[in-house]
């Protein structure tokens, strides 16, 4: 990257949660070059194929460039910041006054800096008096966070990556990392070949994750929770459980193990429900019995699930029962998909969240309103995204603020989602492209935003380390920072003093202030330590993992107990019997699986402007068991139809070893705006698990018609 004499800047990958750092230098053409950050303690100087290419999608060509309203049905024109911003303002105080504070909502991005996120929360929950501000993080880890804070009264991951080089068995569990997070998946990988670390894959469909296990287990769909229930009994019968830590730190054990042996009282009868070999479950079962550090990864697999809370608490109960959690190479490990869902975490961006880890108690709503001097502050958790968007079709929510992300593409019932955005009475959006299916359900006013290279300001990663995302290009047009929109409209709704921020680093400071205050240590959540930092040590800040307290601070949580419930012990949950939110028919006889590809995020609006990461797998596809397939007669590379009883789209199909029968795998990558096969969001059903209200997005019933 120093090959153009240009000094590198030091940022992060706006991609996935594994939070690489990167080195960017200007080449002096308006683009720049890239590389890995050989001091970034996520990645010592690895990139994937994503990070690598990112210098590929620098250009302006697809960037919105310019604020833009329309009038009535007429098209969008070019208008002035202040006008744009007097609308938003003017929208959101008229709804308010005629339908109250709920008929007004924000929806958010996990590719959001932790900046915008903050000033987002803090006008809707403390100055507009509603906390309907969720994010597409709902989409990815929102079942982590209600399991974290169901076991250990905290959304707080115990451990960090070194575990990951430190373990001797490392579990996968809903995870394609070699694909998702490739970087992480590397340094197993590395662990594997010094230390000769063990590596079991636990998901339904054999991915390049599964082909690179010692043990793979092709579980049922939505049975995860099965395979730990029955690990749960077999620890406790071969006396392979930590006595004294259950006693000393944990709460409803004995309920929890009773209602593991009612689900799975031995092997045999675990290995049946979750639909594996018996002797595949005994030798997982006898590994992770026999080794002392034990990491379980888990991933969309996971939480993408009508029972995603259930499945994390199963996985934590069995790390909680060995006391395996929080000492080096050992702990349940959420990987985190976005790369700023763990920054948004952090200052409320779920609409049950209030900022700084906060709840919506009393006491919480009471100690956040002071801090902000907020008039209007929300005293009860908003909608959560998919029961957002079935608000906005009833016609309950009438204004909406989208920033950064595409829920005409990437929420469940997708058709209905942009029905329901095409009858808002008002509809803003912030992004920095000037075309998605969001951007085409007409919205009355557009705003353009920086994107990565442009943005300053902080990430954090899956192993809670706060990062710096630098700028190294200059702002094209007019795009201006998410949060500094925010704040103009904050201002025009009266409120100067609460949003007088005049840079990254001052919202940063009040964020890390906030989450120091009257915190007394009854808070995971604390960056009292990063509270005072100047403009020169926020710019100079080097990736930093909290805690940040002051001196002498752990990496890891819980080690020695001392979880944030109110007797400071963790909770066991006892696990409930799974079950797929909806069965196969006969009209809908296949399971449809959704996820990502290697080389492509979310929609594509980003790596789809690079020809190296679009030459891996150029058109959107649905893998399909050969067996079903010829039973079917679908031929490899043939059209097929993938439809649900809410949407369908047509697409090229691959016949794939690896896909179970019965089941159909379709990546969420491509929409309308990237080719002519449809949406895949629309066939999703959206049914919610009841804790995190994250939708279920691995289990559809669909059926498959040759075109
Ligand atoms: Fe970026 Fe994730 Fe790849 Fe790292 S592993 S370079 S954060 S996409």
């Not at 018996?278 to 996971?302: I, P």
Request: charged fraction near 20%; hydrophobic fraction near 40%.
């Amino acid at each position: 990257a120093a090959s153009s004499g240009r000094p590198a800047v030091r940022t992060t990958c706006p991609y996935c949660g594994v939070g690489c750092g990167v080195l960017a230098t200007l080449d002096g053409q308006g683009g720049a070059l890239i590389a890995g950050d050989p001091e970034h303690p996520a990645n010592f100087g690895r990139l994937c194929s994503k990070g690598s290419a990112l210098g590929e999608t620098l250009g302006l060509e697809t960037r919105l460039l310019h604020p833009m309203a329309r009038e009535g049905d007429g098209p969008l024109l070019r208008i002035g910041w202040g006008t744009a911003l007097d609308r938003i303002a003017s929208a959101f105080r008229d709804t308010i006054d005629r339908h109250g504070p709920d008929s007004v909502a924000l929806y958010l991005s996990g590719q959001l800096l932790t900046e915008d996120y903050y000033a987002a929360n803090k006008l809707a929950k403390g100055f507009l008096g509603t906390a309907n501000v969720d994010t597409n993080s709902r989409l990815c880890m929102a079942s982590s966070v209600a399991g974290h804070r169901r076991a250990f009264g905290s959304d707080t991951v115990p451990g960090c990556y070194e575990d990951l080089d430190e373990a001797d068995l490392v579990v996968l569990v809903g995870s394609n990392a070699a694909w998702c997070h490739p970087v992480l998946f590397r340094r197993i990988e590395a662990a594997r070949a010094r230390r000769g670390t063990r590596v079991v894959v636990i998901d339904p469909r054999r991915t390049a994750t599964g082909d690179e296990a010692d043990l793979f287990l092709p579980v049922r769909a939505g049975m995860d929770s099965i395979v730990f229930s029955g690990l749960l009994v077999r620890l406790a019968e071969h006396g392979a459980l930590d006595d004294a830590y259950i006693a000393a730190h944990t709460s409803g054990f004995e309920a929890t193990l009773a209602a593991a042996r009612e689900l799975a009282p031995d092997v045999a009868t675990a290995a049946r429900a979750a639909g594996v070999e018996a002797e595949a479950l005994e030798e997982f079962y006898r590994l992770f019995e026999r080794t002392e550090r034990v990491v379980t990864c888990y991933s969309q697999g996971v939480n993408q699930s009508a029972q995603g809370t259930d499945k994390v608490n199963a996985i934590i109960n069995c790390h909680l029962a060995t006391g395996r959690i929080g000492r080096p190479g050992m702990g349940p490990f959420s990987l985190t998909g976005q790369p700023n869902a763990m920054g948004g975490r952090e200052v409320g961006g779920l609409a049950n969240q209030l900022a700084a880890h906060m709840d919506f108690s009393p006491g919480s709503v009471d100690r956040v309103g002071r801090f902000w001097q907020a008039p209007h502050m929300a005293t009860r958790e908003g909608l959560k995204a998919v029961a957002l968007f079935d608000a906005i079709a009833a016609g309950k929510v009438k204004a909406l603020w989208v920033m950064g992300t595409n829920p005409a593409v990437s929420l469940p019932r997708a058709d209905g989602v942009r029905e329901a955005l095409r009858g808002l009475d008002f509809l803003a959006v912030s992004d920095n492209v000037a075309a998605n299916d969001t951007l085409g359900c007409r919205p009355h006013l557009v705003l353009p935003a920086l994107a990565w290279g442009e943005k300053d300001g902080t990430v954090t990663n899956s192993e809670r380390r706060i990062s710096r995302q630098r700028a190294f290009l200059s702002p094209p047009g007019e795009a201006k920072a998410d949060w500094w929109a925010i704040a103009q409209v904050g201002k025009r709704l009266g409120h100067a003093a609460a949003f007088k921020w005049r840079s990254a680093a001052e919202v940063f400071r009040e964020h890390a202030a906030l989450s120091a205050f009257e915190n007394g240590g009854t808070r995971d959540f604390d960056l009292s330590g990063l509270a005072g930092l100047d403009d020169a040590a926020f710019d100079a800040l080097a990736p930093v993992q909290w805690p940040v307290r002051g001196a002498g601070e752990s990496k890891r949580f819980f080690a020695e107990g001392g979880f944030y419930t109110s007797d400071r012990k963790a909770c066991f949950v006892p696990p409930r019997r799974p079950e797929l939110a909806r069965a196969t028919s006969e009209a809908y006889p296949f399971l449809l699986n959704t996820g990502r590809i290697r080389d492509q995020w979310h929609t594509m609006t980003r790596s789809g402007l690079s020809p190296r990461l679009g030459a891996h797998l150029p058109v959107p596809f649905a893998e399909i068991n050969a067996e079903d397939a010829a039973r079917l007669g679908i031929t490899d590379g043939a059209m097929v139809r993938v439809a649900s009883a809410h949407g369908a789209l047509a697409v090229e199909a691959r016949l794939a070893a690896g896909q179970p029968r019965g089941t159909v795998f379709v990546p969420i990558h491509w929409s309308e705006a990237t080719s002519s096969c449809g949406r895949l969001g629309a066939l999703v059903a959206g049914d919610t698990d009841p804790a995190s209200g994250q939708p279920e997005a691995k289990a559809t019933p669909v059926t498959l018609v040759p075109v």
